[in-house]
């Protein structure tokens, strides 16, 4: 049987990584992480984040070094997450938010990996796009 156990980011420092997303979820560092390794928990599954000496950023949307993956989270009030991200060290990249409110913002994490807030709640995912809730 398969199981996901782990996800994990490199980057060239574990308990800074580890420590901004940690912030941003609200869940502890896991007991034991070092510069060499560091992990958030969620349930069965880890967030861990590896030290890479030549470690290169992603620099998306630009192919030559594309970001591989990227985190979403789900948020109920994207401008307050907004502020609190941006405040732990986040940049903000590009702006999908439509004029109802729904959509997502990708942003990038203190070392340029890129993740998005989300604000999809109510969205209906068909073969021809997304349908938008009509109201908040």
């Not at 996800?7 to 007991?31: H, N, Q």
């Not at 004029?99 to 073969?127: E, K």
Request: glycine letters at 10%; one cysteine or more.
């Amino acid at each position: 049987m398969l199981r996901l156990t782990d996800f994990i980011i490199d980057c060239p420092d574990t308990m800074k990584l580890a420590a901004f997303y940690s912030e941003v979820t609200g869940r502890p560092i896991k007991e034991g992480s070092s510069e060499d390794w560091a992990g958030i928990r969620f349930g069965e599954i880890e967030l861990a984040f590896i030290r890479v000496d030549d470690y290169r950023a992603p620099q998306w949307p630009d192919s030559g070094h594309p970001k591989q993956f990227h985190l979403d989270f789900e948020v109920d009030e994207i401008e307050s997450e907004q502020r609190r991200v941006l405040d732990l060290g986040a940049t903000l990249r590009q702006d999908f938010i439509g004029p109802n409110g729904y959509g997502w913002r990708v942003y990038t994490d203190p070392f340029g990996h890129p993740f998005c807030l989300c604000r999809n709640r109510g969205v209906i995912w068909t073969d021809q796009g997304p349908t938008w809730p009509t109201g908040d």
